[in-house]
């Protein structure tokens, strides 16, 4: 009998081979996030996308042989596509962030779906070089934020930008157990003058102190909950878009009047002109919507100002006074991920958009990493674009380093579970682990 040669290095080599891929990428996220300017991250994108596709087909091969998409995720895909060819078809606008957006979509599916997430790994040292260079950036734009910084709040225009990003960074420092990172980013709430940001961290502290309560009364080391369901992901993004639509209609009506102050005073509150124009903006979105039916085929792209006559709000001040308003109120672009979307690319192309991005996170949206997926969910109904481009990317990335390490909290309760089931005076009862086939899709 001849005895099969096995290769007891392939595991060990596709590992370190992922590895690189995946180091790549984090010098992307690094770069357009952290290191470079506005003007300069599109060409650093282009750039380093190229190099990750041509890495994954070098060192991801393996894995790629290996992925078997389902038929859902197929179907998709090829609804996006049609959707894409539709709009290049009919639409006399420009298609710029239509294939800006496209390509940081597939980059997640490449990377997150198509590579399994159980090879995903990267080296320490590549972890600590982020981890050193993007801390360096954060202390330099909270602690010292004037206009000749040139790391003015990540290169972003808005602070509450600055403040998505600065939490995601967050999120990666407490599930990478990065303690001064951590303790940075909350005084930074502090420091940076940012509700969307003090909210997504409230939001992070209520639901890891649940998740830290059950895990200390079951008195054992819980198991990964089940993932949630693409189906219900996609459905809360529809929630997302009804909920705004009448939330937005009855603050226009109800709220605003009289009481609304300046949103430049020290005493605002919730009741202020920044939400005012928010919600109208919102409103007048939706009137648009329905008086153009072409919508659905295909949207307005970066002529969304242009063509719905609003003013640019870091442009020409007579431009932008005599942009459109709606109830007194001058009109922004929309501050909601789903509404932003249907205007620039079109109904079609959001249903699969979000089809997709629903299917690709599915696999790491779970009880336990709650604290990642819906604060940010949360912030993307009062602002526009943070589930396109580079924040898409960062958000996925952080939540899939969520969904393999425990963070502060679970590690704190699975050592005192420990303990317990240690004692002699104290029975625990071991709850049978039930293996659920395809928890990573």
Not at 4 to 24: E, F
Not at 298 to 312: E, H, L
Request: some cysteine.
């Amino acid at each position: 009998m001849i005895a099969q040669k096995t290769d007891t290095t392939a595991p060990s080599a596709r590992k370190s081979h992922i590895g690189i891929v995946y180091s790549i990428l984090m010098v992307l996220l690094l770069l357009v996030l952290f290191l470079l300017s506005p003007a300069n991250k599109v060409y650093a994108s282009v750039v380093l996308t190229a190099v990750l596709v041509i890495a994954t087909g070098l060192f991801g091969r393996e894995e790629l042989d290996e992925t078997k998409m389902s038929l859902p995720m197929i179907l998709c895909l090829f609804g996006l596509a049609g959707s894409i060819l539709l709009t290049m078809a009919i639409s006399p606008y420009s298609m710029r962030d239509l294939f800006i957006d496209t390509s940081f979509l597939l980059l997640t599916v490449l990377f997150f779906y198509c590579i399994r997430p159980s090879s995903f790994e990267i080296s320490p040292f590549m972890k600590r070089v982020f981890y050193c260079l993007a801390l360096a950036v954060v202390l330099v734009s909270v602690f010292r934020r004037d206009a000749e910084t040139p790391y003015y709040v990540f290169g972003s225009y808005d602070k509450n930008y600055f403040g998505v990003v600065l939490f995601l960074f967050f999120c990666w420092c407490w599930y990478e157990k990065r303690k001064l990172g951590v303790a940075v980013c909350v005084v930074a709430a502090l420091v940076l003058n940012s509700r969307g940001y003090q909210m997504m961290l409230l939001c992070f502290a209520l639901i890891n102190a649940v998740i830290w309560i059950r895990a200390r009364r079951k008195g054992s080391v819980s198991q990964p909950s089940r993932s949630v369901h693409p189906v219900v992901l996609f459905l809360l993004f529809a929630l997302m878009f009804f909920s705004i639509v009448t939330f937005s209609w009855w603050w226009s009506t109800a709220v605003v009047g009289g009481d609304t102050v300046s949103a430049s005073l020290a005493s605002r509150g919730l009741n202020d002109t920044s939400n005012a124009i928010r919600f109208n903006s919102n409103l007048y979105a939706i009137e648009q919507i329905s008086k153009d039916p072409l919508l659905i085929f295909r949207g307005y792209d970066i002529d969304i100002r242009r063509v719905m006559n609003i003013g640019n709000p870091f442009g020409d001040k007579d431009t932008l006074l005599a942009s459109a308003s709606l109830h007194g109120y001058r009109v922004v672009q929309p501050h909601h991920a789903v509404i932003n979307l249907l205007l620039k690319h079109g109904v079609l192309y959001t249903i699969f958009y979000f089809a997709v991005f629903s299917i690709v996170i599915a696999p790491y949206a779970r009880k336990e990493t709650a604290g990642v997926w819906v604060p940010f969910f949360l912030v993307g109904m009062v602002m526009h674009s943070t589930m396109t481009s580079h924040y898409l990317l960062f958000f996925v990335f952080v939540l899939a380093t969520s969904a393999h390490d425990q963070g502060f909290c679970c590690a704190d309760a699975s050592r005192a579970a420990k303990k317990l089931e240690k004692s002699p005076n104290q029975r625990v009862v071991r709850r049978r682990v039930v293996s659920r086939k395809g928890a990573f899709i």
